[in-house]
């Protein structure tokens, strides 16, 4: 290798490794702003968490509220955060809200123990996680008939795929990987979420007034 060759390739990793450093500092960045807001709306509570890697949905937040012997904990993907502070008017109610239920309760809530294999994996999605999803959207979706089944989709692996049979004209169905709910449950989200979410636009969308061409 020649010296131009290895100074290049020493600039390449030094460029690399800045911006390692850039994006390691700004997930901490966000990481601290977000337990600084949790420790400022409970203020009577020791607020302390962690941060992960996830393989598919990147870096995730899990944070933990103690106060005399009682744990909450809840998490969330730093993707729906930037999306949170971009778009909803109350960020800081938005995020507590997920443990204010919790704390009503008086119930102690860890998180859940995280699969061990690909074979526990399916058994925990089979036992707790899908029906927690039919749960919520049997709930929201009382008066509509709901298509619900599980598929296989080239990007995204194993879906859920939900939809309304009454819908006939434009988009009746979405598709929502099952590793995402699994890993909404591991982060003791309501797995049911999402799909709700995703089923409400669906009908939002149907609902929308339909123009015709300009005459």
Not at 85 to 91: A, E, H, I, K, V
Not at 126 to 141: D, I, T
Request: hydrophobic fraction near 35%; include cysteine.
């Amino acid at each position: 290798m020649s010296e131009q060759e290895t100074n290049t390739t020493t600039e390449e990793a030094s460029a690399e490794n800045s911006e390692q450093q850039q994006l390691e500092q700004q997930v901490q960045a966000w990481f601290q702003l977000t337990r600084n807001i949790l420790a400022d709306e409970y203020k009577e509570y020791e607020v302390d968490g962690q941060v992960a890697l996830h393989p598919t949905y990147g870096h995730l937040f899990a944070f933990r509220l103690q106060q005399e012997g009682k744990v909450y904990t809840c998490g969330f993907m730093l993707t729906e955060l930037i999306r949170v502070f971009q778009t909803n008017g109350n960020p800081p109610l938005w995020l507590s809200s997920f443990f204010y239920d919790m704390i009503q309760e008086g119930v102690n809530r860890g998180f859940p123990d995280s699969p061990k294999s690909e074979a526990d994996a399916n058994r925990v999605l089979q036992e707790h996680v899908l029906p927690l999803v039919m749960k919520g959207v049997q709930e929201e979706f009382e008066s509509n008939q709901v298509y619900v089944d599980i598929e296989t989709n080239e990007q995204l692996g194993p879906v859920l795929e939900l939809g309304f049979p009454s819908i006939t004209d434009g988009p009746n169905t979405c598709a929502i990987p099952l590793q995402y709910f699994l890993t909404m449950y591991l982060l003791n989200r309501d797995p049911s979420e999402h799909a709700v979410q995703s089923l409400n636009k669906l009908l939002e969308e149907q609902n929308k007034p339909k123009t015709g061409p300009v005459q």
